[in-house]
C-alpha cells in the first residue's frame, strides 16, 4: 500500500471520526461514543501499520502520522462548523485562518510526539509483531538462563 492510499484511508476514517465526535458534542451523545471508537481505530490501525509493517525511517513515518492527523483534525471541524451547526460560518472562517496560521506548529509538536511513538513501538515490534522482521524464527525472548 504507497503513502497516499494509506494517508487517504486513515484521512478519511479519522475526518469522520471528528465529524461525528464534534456532532455528538453538540447534541447526539451516541455519534460522540461513536466518532471516539472509530478515531481510536484509525489512529491505532495507521500507528500499527506505519510502525511495524513498513520500514520507513522514523522521521518520515513520524511526518505520516503527523501530517494525516493534523490535516484530517482541521478538515473534520471545518465540515462540522460548515454544514453541521447551524450559524457557525463565522466560526469556520476564524477557524479556517487560525488554523492556517497555526497548522505548521501543530505538525512539527506532533511530529515530535509520534518521532518518540514510533521509535518505542519499533523497539517493541520483536515482541509484538516477530512475523514482521526478517528472521522467522525471531519471538519474544526466553525467560531469563544463558544461550548456551
Known amino acids: ?11 478519511t476514517c479519522f475526518v469522520g471520526a471528528t465529524v461525528l465526535y464534534d456532532w455528538g458534542r453538540a447534541s447526539h451523545p451516541a455519534a460522540r461514543t461513536v466518532g471516539t471508537l472509530l478515531g481510536l481505530f484509525a489512529v491505532s490501525l495507521l500507528f500499527t501499520v506505519v510502525t511495524w509493517y513498513r520500514d520507513d525511517p522514523v522521521p518520515g513515518a513520524a511526518f505520516l502520522l503527523a501530517i494525516a492527523t493534523t490535516c484530517s483534525y482541521l478538515i473534520g471541524g471545518e465540515i462540522t462548523l460548515l ?18 496560521m497555526g497548522l505548521p506548529i501543530a505538525i512539527l509538536e506532533w511530529v515530535l510526539i509520534f518521532a518518540v511513538l514510533v521509535t518505542v513501538g519499533r523497539k517493541f515490534r520483536r515482541v509484538f509483531a516477530p512475523e514482521t ?16
Open 1 to 11: 500500500m504507497s503513502r497516499f492510499e494509506l494517508t487517504a484511508a486513515y484521512a
Open 83 to 100: 454544514f453541521l451547526l447551524p450559524g457557525q460560518l463565522g466560526a469556520a472562517a476564524v477557524m479556517g485562518f487560525g488554523a492556517a
Open 133 to 148: 522482521q526478517g528472521d522467522p524464527n525471531a519471538g519474544p525472548p526466553g525467560q531469563g538462563g544463558s544461550a548456551v
